[in-house]
């Protein structure tokens, strides 16, 4: 059994290796992600943000603009999700004071 | 309750790191418009000097800086305060979270998102201190150890 999950684990991580060796270059301008439009056709927000993320927030973190104006509700979602696990360790964990 | 650390270098270090460590915390919110950093690695820096100053110097000492009460109502606070900035982009007008709309004395709207970006990275940065401590001094309490 010990072998078998052995084995699995190897030849899932070999699988991730292969897999990340098709990925594009690091800072690869022409990569699909950096394309104004894709295959089909439709607009691709990455160039968006890089040329625009200075002139819409005057801020020159252009993550930071990203994470929180042109995806704030994502955002929002995240800081929820820290704030439920919270909630959910102060319901399960917490002892009520006798 | 946490015991304090019978060892004078954990002592000695920890209260030398805690308020050089809340600092540099409060620099990585703020700079998070210039650089690396932001709300979620500022706060996860604050509540982590909280948590060491609760492991070092033991619950009674640590409760002074920051009561164990007051870590969910913070989280909340800070939680409530990233959907309050968005509700009042709506009331002035705007969609939800465009922060164009915040009522603020300044004309250029792109000013006015950069601001609208402080106070939700502020929020989070809330909301991510409280929320870990309270997290950590559940755990401690469940404890049966440190009672």
Redesign the interface.
Known sequence: MKTLGIILLLSFGALMVYASLGLPAHGDASAPHHRDASVTGSPGAAAYYIRNAYRDAKTINMVTVTLGDYRGIDTLGETVVVFTAGMVCYLILRRKKE | MIQPSNSLIVAVVSRTMIPYLQVFALYVIFH?????G?G?QGGAMVAASLILSRMALGGERAEVQFRSAW??PL??I??LL??AV?LVAVFFGGE??N?AYLPLPLD?P??L??Y??LF??I??AI??T???V??FD??V??HEDYD
């Open positions: 998070g418009h210039y650089g690396p932001g979620f870590g969910s989280g909340a800070g939680a990233f959907a968005g939800y979270l922060y250029d792109a000013l998102r950069s609208g970006i939700i990275e929020g989070v909301a991510l409280g929320t870990l309270a997290i559940d755990l309490e469940g």
